[in-house]
Structures are given as C-alpha cells and as structure tokens.
C-alpha cells in the first residue's frame, strides 16, 4: 500500500478515516473505481473480500456482490460482471492469456451487447450468444471487419484449436476466422463457408483460406481462396472448388466498348467454374502500335499465323512462360469477334473492342484445346457468341477435362 500517496486534503473528520490505513484504502484506485460507481449503493453492492493482491504481486482486486473490480499499475481499476466476468474466471482470471482487463464492460456500437477489452483480447456478450473470447490475430481480423456490426456478428466460440492441430478458429454467428501459422487469419462465410464445411474444413484438399471472400470482377459472385484452390461461388452455378487457375494478361490497343473487362472476365469465369477452373486476371497494360488495331489474323486457323500476329504476339510483357495473353483490337482482318490462332510459344488470342460478352471466355477455350460446336447453348458454339441462347453458355464434361488438362492451366 506504501506506493500511494497521502493526499492532506482528505484527512477530514468527515470521511471518518481513523488510521493512515484506512486513508491509503480510500485513496486506492480499486475504491476510487467503487466510489464512482456508486458504492455500496450502486449495482456492484457490498464488498464481500477486502482489497487483494492478485497471485502475480502486482496487481489488486476486490470482490462484489455483484462483480468485480480489478487494478493493475499498467491499465488502472476497471469493473467486470455477470457472464463476461464468468468467462473471464472459467479461462483463469488474470492469469489468463487476457490478462487484465482494459475498459470497464460496456455497451457495443450496436446496442445489442456488451463487451469488455483485456490486455491479451476481448470477451464480447449479446442475449442471443452468451459470452466468449477472442484474441490474436483473430481478435485483429474482427476488429478490421468490424467487429459486432460487421457481417459476422458475435461470437459463438471461444478461439479453438483446429482438428489438425495446427491452426485456430472463432466461429461467429454468421461466419468463421480461420488462423494458421503459414497463413494468417482470414473470415469465410455464407455459402462458400458451408461448402468448405460439407468438403471438411482445413482437413479438406483445400487447407486453410489465405484470403476474405472476394467479389469476382465485379459481379454477383464471390470467391474465398484457400492455400489449395478457391470455392467460387454465383447465383447460377452455385458452390463450386476450383483446383487449377488460368493466367491471364490484357494488353489493349483499343478498349472494349460493348461489354467491361470486368463484365468479360466475371462471365469467364461463370462458365470456367463450371470446369473447376479459376480465371486469374494478372497485369493489364495499354499499347500503342496503330498499325495493329486492325490486325491481320488471315484464315484464322491454329498452326497458321500472319507476320502482324507475330508481331503482335510477341508483346509478352510481365507474361509468364504458360500464361496466356488477350490483346484487345479495333477489328480482325477478316472481321471476327476474336481469333485464337497464336504463334507457338505465345499462348493468347485477339478479341475485338465490340465483342460479345461470352467472347473472352470462347476464344480462351480453343486456347485451351477446344474445338466450336454445334449447340447455341454451349460456350463453343460455332455460330457466334452472340448467338447464345440459355445463359451463361455450357461446358460439356469433356469440354472441361480437356481444358484442365492443358499445360497452360496450374494446379493450385
């Protein structure tokens, strides 16, 4: 008690303080904090344990009838109570990985919970949930997503060890943070959490995710990566995992006008999924070459290429060896939507500004090793993209197996 200063101005006989020990208790941070809370009078109640040091020597406690309040030089008197107070004593009080606590409980932002912050974490309570911790990393992603009024919600969970035993989780009322050391701490939810469920969470060919969900290109589907695929997910083709990716890389010499990169590379990727295969738009780079934006593709034929396709072809910039490179043009010569014959060794294809929507994505398919049909409700219809009946256009199984059997698609 020696550290605490005698204030002259309190000896009074007013505070019917009869010893200097009686006046070092009063001036106590831990009596402070009970005098403005109202004392013996307030919702705490009567002391039920005199002032005591914690078992590490450092820090002090008293006990109410109602909770508690604890004090440690480094984070000052704070009250604690009801179930988040129980939490705290099922996980060892101060001893605990919390340690103490940071902030006296209090309401959360949307008016639902409460919470109180500890030096090691949090334990945040709400009627619906009851009380649990979060701490680390975990406690971080939280906290960046925002906390109880981000789409998780509350906490169902304390932070668990993963059944592999190498990573944790929280789970949340509307969703889960998964950590692990080689990772790091990312949030799934909704349907793509339910799908990495039903396949066995991190146990699964997947492993942990190494992203938050996604929003793909744009568009009305989302995707969560994972250390061995991603689980896409749209309205239209559901929950789907996606072992191996495509590369791509954009280089413009005239700007699309009749649909958005985005809104071509968001309906690739649809119909790709459907294959197992994950559309990854790598670089974007604008050229100036004028002589090419109506470039010369002759009969367009695989295995024959004119001199303005090579040369054109041979704008590989930041491209990787098996990548695969989309050059936007004014027009072909002869006019088509886009040509996929290429010179060997430069995997891409030419699409033009006013192409259809499904385009990209039918060229990149004879990139890949598929041939046109006869079906306008197929992505490799041989009557023009523009042409395609049922939305988004369909991949036959084979269509599919030969496409992530290509060299040009990575397993994940």
């Not at 344990?49 to 590490?56: R, W």
């Not at 035993?165 to 009322?173: E, M």
């Amino acid at each position: 008690m020696s550290k605490f200063k005698i204030d002259p101005q309190i000896v009074s006989r007013d505070l019917n303080i009869a010893s200097i020990e009686d006046l070092l208790l009063y001036q106590h941070p831990i009596t402070a904090k009970y005098r403005a809370l109202g004392g013996a009078g307030g919702w705490l109640g009567v002391a039920i344990t005199s002032i005591t040091k914690c078992p590490d020597n450092i820090g002090s406690y008293q006990h109410y009838v109602n909770g508690s309040i604890y004090y440690h030089p480094s984070t000052g008197a704070h009250e604690v109570h009801g179930l988040i107070r129980a939490r705290w004593q099922s996980l060892g009080w101060e001893r605990s990985f919390l340690g103490y606590p940071l902030t006296d409980e209090t309401a959360t932002p949307d008016g639902v919970g409460r919470y109180n912050h500890f030096q090691g974490g949090s334990i945040y309570w709400s009627p619906a949930t009851g009380a649990w911790e979060v701490h680390g990393a975990i406690r971080g992603k939280y906290s960046n997503l925002g906390w109880e009024r981000s789409f998780l919600g509350y906490l169902l969970t304390n932070e668990t060890t993963t059944p592999d035993g190498v990573g944790r989780y929280n789970h949340f009322q509307h969703g889960s943070i998964y950590w692990s050391p080689g990772t790091g701490a990312f949030e799934v939810h909704g349907l793509i959490r339910s799908h990495w469920a039903s396949i066995g969470w991190e146990r699964s060919v997947l492993g942990y995710p190494i992203s938050d969900e996604l929003v793909v290109f744009g568009g009305d589907a989302r995707i969560s990566h994972f250390q061995r695929g991603s689980i896409y997910w749209s309205p239209t083709a559901g929950a789907r995992v996606l072992r191996e990716r495509v590369r791509v890389h954009v280089k413009i010499l005239e700007n699309p006008t009749s649909f958005t990169l985005n809104q071509q590379f968001a309906a690739m990727q649809e119909v790709y999924a459907m294959a197992g295969l994950r559309v990854d738009w790598a670089t974007t780079e604008n050229l100036s070459i004028p002589s090419l934006n109506d470039v010369d593709v002759g009969g367009c034929t695989m295995g024959s290429v004119t001199a303005e396709q090579i040369t054109l072809f041979g704008q590989r910039n930041f491209v990787g060896a098996n990548d695969v490179v989309v050059y936007y043009v004014r027009s072909t010569v002869p006019g088509y939507n886009g040509c996929a014959a290429h010179p060997a060794g430069r995997p891409g294809c030419v699409v033009v500004r006013s192409a259809s929507r499904w385009t990209l994505g039918h060229e990149f398919g004879h990139v890949l090793g598929l041939s046109h049909v006869n079906d306008n409700n197929r992505l490799m219809t041989g009557n023009g993209t523009f042409n395609i009946t049922n939305p988004p256009p369909d991949l036959t199984s084979t269509e599919s197996s030969t496409m992530r059997a290509s060299a040009l698609s990575t397993v994940l």
